[in-house]
C-alpha cells in the first residue's frame, strides 16, 4: 500500500480490515527496527574498541603495527666480549684440519736472526672456508656370467646404496627433503640452487619423484610415533589453517616432551582429535579454549597465555575492575610455573590453595564493562582448570609448545601460499612428525631426515 485510500468510501468492516492490515506491518516494521538498532549498537561498540593486536589477542605477531626503532647514541667504548677481548670472539676449533705456524727470521729493526727461545706465542685464531662441494659419481659397471655347464645367467651383487634405480643418493634425498620442507624452498629454486651451489644436475621431475619414493618410509615412521602418542600420559594441541589446492584445510598437532605428530585433515571437528587418540584418554590435555580441544583428558591445563592477552584486551577496552585483578594473578601464575619443578608436592599445594582464594576474591568483583563481565562468567566456568600445572608439574601453564610446532607451517604457508596436492600436504605433515620428534632428543633436522631414509627411528636416540 502506498497510498491511504479515501476513508469516507469504507464501510466500518472495510477500516477494521485496513487497521488489521497497517497494524500487523507496523509490528513487523517495529521488530526490524529493534533488530537493526541493536545491531548498529553492537557495530558501534567495536568500532569504539581497542584495536586487536598481538599483545591483546591471538593475532600472530608479524600481523602487528611495528613502532619506529628509536635512535640510540653511538657506542664510545668497545662492544662486550668482543673479538680481541679478552675472553670475547669466537671459540676457537677443538681439532683444526691444518695449523699454519708463523715465526719471525730476524729482527724487523736490526735484522738480527730469532731463534725459537727468543720467541712467544702472540695469537692464536682461525680462519674458517669451505671446500668447492661437487658431486661424487660412482659409475657402476654390472657384469653378469653365463654358465657353461647348465646356462644359467649370475648376476653380480652389488655393495649396499649402489642398487639400479635412481641415481641419487639418500643424502641428495635428505638434502632436497629438508631444503623443501623445513626452508620452503619451491622445486624450480631448488633444482636451481643444487645446479649453481653444488654442480648437481636434478630435474623438479626427479626431485617429486624423490619425494613420492620417500613417503612409504615416513609414513612408517609416524605410525610408531603415533602409537607413543596413544600412550602418552600428557598431549598438548593446536591448530592452525593452511590451503591444499585452493581449499582451506586445518594443520594439527599433537605433542607432549617425547613426541610430535602433525596432520593435515579438512575438518576443524573434535573428530579429528577422537581420530588421533583412537579412544585414548592421556591424563593431562593442554590447549586454548576452542571448543573442539576440550573434554579429551582427565585433566585440563587452559593456555593461560591466551587467557593473560584476552585480560590486556579487556583492559583496553575499558575494564578497570574484573581484568586488571585477574592478569596479576595470571602474571603470579606464570612465575609458579617457571618454578614448579623445583617446588616440594606440598608447597605446590599450599601455592594452589592461595591461588583458588585469591581467585575467589576476584570473582567476587562486580565489572560494570561488558568485556570484564565476560571474561568473569569464563573464569566462573573455568576456574578449576587455570592451575592444573600446579597439581601436575610435568605440564606447563600455557600451550606454547604446540603453537612453536605450528610457526614452521605458517611459515611455509606465507612463503609458497600452500599446497598444490593432498599427497604434498601429507607428505610435509609427516616431515614435520619426524623432525619435532627427533629436535626433542636432540637431532637436528637434516639427520633425523637421512635416519628415516636410512629405515632407522628416530624414537631409537636418546
Not at 513487523?28 to 545491531?39: D, H, I, Y
Not at 607432549?256 to 582429535?273: C, K, L, T
Not at 576440550?294 to 585440563?300: A, I, K, N, S, V
Request: with cysteine; hydrophobic share 40%; aromatic share 6%.
Amino acid at each position: 500500500m502506498t497510498q491511504l485510500p479515501d476513508l469516507s468510501h469504507l464501510s466500518h468492516d472495510e477500516k477494521d480490515a485496513l487497521i488489521r492490515v497497517l497494524w500487523a506491518q507496523v509490528q513487523t516494521l517495529t521488530a526490524q527496527v529493534q533488530r537493526l538498532t541493536a545491531r548498529v549498537a553492537e557495530l558501534e561498540t567495536r568500532l569504539g574498541g581497542p584495536p586487536k593486536t598481538p599483545d591483546n589477542s591471538s593475532l600472530p605477531p608479524s600481523a602487528g603495527q611495528k613502532a619506529n626503532r628509536s635512535e640510540t647514541p653511538k657506542r664510545t667504548k668497545p662492544r662486550q666480549g668482543s673479538l680481541g677481548r679478552k675472553g670475547g670472539g669466537r671459540a676457537l676449533v677443538a681439532h683444526p684440519d691444518e695449523t699454519v705456524i708463523a715465526r719471525p727470521v730476524c729482527c724487523a729493526h736490526c735484522q738480527a736472526a730469532l731463534d725459537a727461545a727468543d720467541q712467544r706465542l702472540e695469537a692464536r685464531y682461525d680462519k674458517i672456508d669451505l671446500p668447492p662441494v661437487r658431486p661424487r659419481v660412482t659409475r657402476v659397471e654390472r657384469y653378469a656370467g653365463q654358465c657353461r655347464h647348465c646356462g644359467h645367467t649370475t648376476l653380480a651383487p652389488v655393495p649396499e646404496g649402489l642398487e639400479p634405480g635412481t641415481p641419487f643418493s639418500l643424502t641428495i634425498v635428505a638434502l632436497a627433503i629438508y631444503l623443501r620442507v623445513v626452508h620452503a624452498i619451491s622445486y624450480r629454486r631448488l633444482a636451481r640452487l643444487m645446479l649453481e651451489l653444488v654442480g648437481l644436475t636434478i630435474s623438479e621431475g626427479a626431485l617429486d619423484a624423490a619425494f613420492r619414493r620417500a613417503i612409504p618410509g615416513f609414513d612408517a615412521a609416524v605410525g610408531a610415533i603415533l602409537a607413543r602418542l596413544r600412550r602418552a600420559r600428557v598431549v598438548g594441541s593446536d591448530e592452525t589453517g593452511v590451503r591444499i589446492a585452493g581449499k582451506n584445510a586445518w594443520n594439527w598437532v599433537f605433542q607432549n616432551g617425547e613426541v610430535v605428530i602433525h596432520v593435515i585433515r579438512n575438518s576443524r571437528a573434535a573428530s579429528v582429535v577422537d581420530e588421533m587418540l583412537d579412544g585414548h584418554r592421556p591424563v593431562i590435555w593442554v590447549s586454548d579454549l576452542y571448543s573442539a580441544q576440550q573434554g579429551h583428558g582427565e585433566e585440563w591445563q587452559i593456555c593461560l597465555a591466551h587467557q593473560l592477552r584476552d585480560c590486556q584486551f579487556a583492559i583496553e577496552a575499558g575494564d578497570t575492575i574484573f581484568a586488571p585483578r585477574m592478569k596479576v594473578l595470571l602474571l603470579r601464575a606464570f612465575v609458579l610455573a617457571r618454578r614448579r619443578h623445583r617446588l616440594a608436592e606440598s608447597t605446590r599445594r599450599s601455592y594452589r590453595q592461595r591461588l583458588d582464594r585469591e581467585l575467589d576474591a576476584i570473582m567476587r568483583q562486580a565489572p560494570i564493562n561488558r568485556h570484564g563481565q565476560r571474561l568473569r562468567r569464563r573464569y566462573g566456568k573455568l576456574r578449576s582448570h587455570l592451575f592444573t600445572f600446579l597439581d601436575y608439574p610435568e605440564v606447563g601453564a600455557d600451550n606454547n609448545s604446540s603453537e612453536r610446532e605450528l610457526r614452521p607451517t605458517a611459515t611455509y604457508r606465507k612463503v609458497t601460499g600452500g599446497f598444490r596436492s593432498v599427497w604434498g600436504a601429507n607428505f610435509f605433515a609427516a616431515v614435520r612428525s619426524i623432525i619435532g620428534t627427533a629436535t626433542r632428543r636432540g637431532i637436528d633436522a637434516c639427520q633425523a631426515i637421512k635416519m628415516v631414509l636410512q629405515g632407522k627411528s628416530v624414537l631409537a636416540s636418546p
